[in-house]
């Protein structure tokens, strides 16, 4: 990410990870899931009466489960979040399971800016066009997500529910709040609706992510973690000990600058973020291939706390070799690739709207400490994109808070993810369903079911098909 000296870029690294990248171990999901990909017009500006120019947006479909005679069907309605389309479709596998339910129509709409939905085409993220990159935001998009409803519509009656994770599903949730006569209900997984200044402790993420990994085998894990951040740091203020790092690590290219080890630092302190968000009680491939609830095999090689340089270093090296080489695969390690993910876009857009605090009390996580300063923040942003973020615009638009007025959403929240802090853990009336997973990773509830699924995302799952399903027959 290019805001990692801000102490919380690392994290949004991980966010744009875990929205762009999907896969599921041991699912050929090219086989399970099946759709047409089809493309939809859409205004360059839908607010200017000026400008005339269009593009298209690229769309998923699915209307092998219809009921051809019911002029009622409901379509499912995937929000498109940052990445390729087409791996949300194939990793969202609770839409596709209540689809079959409910003879649903399915679609998964492509965000613009991402994925083959691109404005400018090869230019739209040209660094000397910076005027390319106006009509990236959250409204553009979820007017291009209407006027698409309304095309497949066409005038008919149809029940419409959105279903989105993490900044998916807050634009699931956006959706129905905007526009309540388009979209019946929305599921909205994961969603940190409320990681934005002045509403939430910008260190809550860290303070999760530290007491998933202090819950997993013993509090040795995070104190080895907490101590292996002066050692590094010790090491690496001189050519030898870099190269002491570089080799316990395997790492491709030998740390030689301070810029370097700070690069490993940052990696380093992203893979646990990564770990906690995709603890998941299976074997996976979500980020990278990992073992079945991977932080308890990372803290597995942590649980003696380790007295000596030589032991922490050793030890730390195989704690991280369950994230970087869980398949023994990897010739080196590779510090500058933290998964498959590209997180161009989602950089653009922290540096408009998207404006989400992260920090770190070190004293109270086993993070390095970190601030959050939004003046050195908005001067990154105009130095890479000539942006000027708008920390309270989301705010403004959506509520924060004051979510009173809003019906027919859920909000669902697995307590093993470190976004959950910025979720809405609370229901503000009775027509809006707050769903707690405590033994939930990051939207676990929106993947295809599995036997090693726990108790408690078997029952959100549960509640939230009822829910929809009262939805779709209350229309």
């Given at each position: 990410?290019?805001?990692?000296?801000?102490?919380?870029?690392?994290?949004?690294?991980?966010?744009?990870?875990?929205?762009?990248?999907?896969?599921?171990?041991?699912?050929?999901?090219?086989?399970?899931?099946?759709?047409?990909?089809?493309?939809?017009?859409?205004?360059?500006?839908?607010?200017?009466?000026?400008?005339?120019?269009?593009?298209?947006?690229?769309?998923?479909?699915?209307?092998?489960?219809?009921?051809?005679?019911?002029?009622?069907?409901?379509?499912?309605?995937?929000?498109?979040?940052?990445?390729?389309?087409?791996?949300?479709?194939?990793?969202?596998?609770?839409?596709?399971?209540?689809?079959?339910?409910q003879r649903a129509l399915v679609i998964f709409a492509e965000h613009r800016y991402y994925g083959k939905s691109l404005p400018?085409?090869?230019?739209?993220?040209?660094?000397?066009?910076?005027?390319?990159?106006?009509?990236?935001?959250?409204?553009?998009?979820?007017?291009?997500?209407?006027?698409?409803?309304?095309?497949?519509?066409?005038?008919?009656?149809?029940?419409?529910?959105?279903?989105?994770?993490?900044?998916?599903?807050?634009?699931?949730?956006?959706?129905?709040?905007?526009?309540?006569?388009?979209?019946?209900?929305?599921?909205?997984?994961?969603?940190?609706?409320?990681?934005?200044?002045?509403?939430?402790?910008?260190?809550?993420?860290?303070?999760?992510?530290?007491?998933?990994?202090?819950?997993?085998?013993?509090?040795?894990?995070?104190?080895?973690?907490?101590?292996?951040?002066?050692?590094?740091?010790?090491?690496?203020?001189?050519?030898?000990?870099?190269?002491?790092?570089?080799?316990?690590?395997?790492?491709?290219?030998?740390?030689?600058?301070?810029?370097?080890?700070?690069?490993?630092?940052?990696?380093?302190?992203?893979?646990?973020?990564?770990?906690?968000?995709?603890?998941?009680?299976?074997?996976?491939?979500?980020?990278?291939?990992?073992?079945?609830?991977?932080v308890r095999q990372v803290c597995y090689y942590l649980k003696e706390l380790h007295s000596t340089d030589a032991d922490l270093?050793?030890?730390?090296?195989?704690?991280?070799?369950?994230?970087?080489?869980?398949?023994?695969?990897?010739?080196?390690?590779?510090?500058?690739?933290?998964?498959?993910?590209?997180?161009?876009?989602?950089?653009?857009?922290?540096?408009?709207?998207?404006?989400?605090?992260?920090?770190?009390?070190?004293?109270?996580?086993?993070?390095?400490?970190?601030?959050?300063?939004?003046?050195?923040?908005?001067?990154?942003?105009?130095?890479?994109?000539?942006?000027?973020?708008?920390?309270?615009?989301?705010?403004?638009?959506?509520?924060g808070r004051n979510l009173e007025a809003a019906t027919n959403i859920i909000f669902s929240n697995g307590l093993l993810d470190?976004?959950?802090?910025?979720?809405?853990?609370?229901?503000?009336?009775?027509?809006?369903?707050?769903?707690?997973?405590?033994?939930?990773?990051?939207?676990?509830?929106?993947?295809?079911?599995?036997?090693?699924?726990?108790?408690?995302?078997?029952?959100?799952?549960?509640?939230?098909?009822?829910?929809?399903?009262?939805?779709?027959?209350?229309?």
């Amino acid at each position: 990410m290019i805001l990692r000296d801000m102490g919380e870029a690392t994290v949004r690294a991980a966010l744009s990870a875990v929205l762009g990248i999907l896969l599921i171990a041991g699912c050929d999901c090219s086989q399970r899931f099946k759709y047409e990909i089809k493309e939809f017009q859409v205004p360059l500006d839908h607010f200017s009466f000026l400008i005339n120019a269009t593009f298209n947006i690229r769309y998923l479909y699915n209307d092998s489960f219809v009921d051809k005679s019911n002029a009622r069907t409901p379509i499912f309605f995937y929000t498109g979040n940052e990445g390729d389309i087409e791996l949300f479709a194939q990793n969202t596998g609770f839409l596709w399971e209540q689809a079959e339910r409910q003879r649903a129509l399915v679609i998964f709409a492509e965000h613009r800016y991402y994925g083959k939905s691109l404005p400018f085409g090869s230019s739209t993220f040209n660094t000397s066009l910076p005027e390319h990159l106006a009509y990236f935001t959250v409204e553009q998009t979820l007017e291009d997500y209407a006027m698409l409803i309304t095309f497949l519509r066409n005038d008919r009656q149809m029940p419409v529910v959105a279903f989105g994770g993490s900044y998916g599903g807050m634009l699931a949730a956006w959706f129905r709040m905007k526009y309540p006569h388009l979209v019946t209900g929305a599921l909205a997984a994961s969603a940190p609706v409320l990681q934005f200044p002045g509403i939430t402790d910008c260190d809550i993420f860290y303070r999760i992510v530290t007491s998933v990994f202090q819950n997993a085998y013993n509090e040795n894990c995070t104190l080895n973690i907490g101590k292996s951040w002066k050692l590094f740091e010790t090491l690496g203020a001189s050519e030898a000990g870099k190269k002491q790092i570089s080799d316990a690590f395997h790492l491709c290219n030998v740390l030689k600058t301070d810029d370097d080890l700070k690069k490993f630092l940052d990696y380093v302190e992203e893979v646990y973020s990564n770990l906690a968000m995709v603890n998941y009680p299976y074997n996976s491939s979500f980020l990278a291939p990992l073992p079945a609830y991977p932080v308890r095999q990372v803290c597995y090689y942590l649980k003696e706390l380790h007295s000596t340089d030589a032991d922490l270093l050793h030890a730390m090296s195989s704690a991280l070799a369950v994230y970087t080489n869980y398949t023994q695969s990897a010739k080196c390690l590779d510090i500058s690739v933290n998964s498959n993910a590209d997180d161009s876009g989602w950089n653009i857009q922290s540096c408009n709207q998207m404006v989400m605090p992260i920090c770190s009390n070190g004293s109270e996580t086993m993070f390095r400490t970190s601030s959050w300063n939004f003046k050195d923040y908005a001067e990154k942003c105009y130095k890479n994109y000539r942006l000027t973020p708008k920390p309270y615009d989301i705010i403004l638009r959506y509520g924060g808070r004051n979510l009173e007025a809003a019906t027919n959403i859920i909000f669902s929240n697995g307590l093993l993810d470190p976004w959950s802090g910025g979720g809405v853990l609370q229901a503000p009336n009775d027509k809006v369903f707050v769903i707690i997973l405590p033994e939930g990773a990051h939207h676990l509830d929106l993947r295809h079911s599995d036997p090693a699924d726990p108790p408690s995302v078997r029952d959100a799952r549960d509640k939230e098909a009822a829910i929809i399903a009262r939805w779709i027959q209350d229309f």
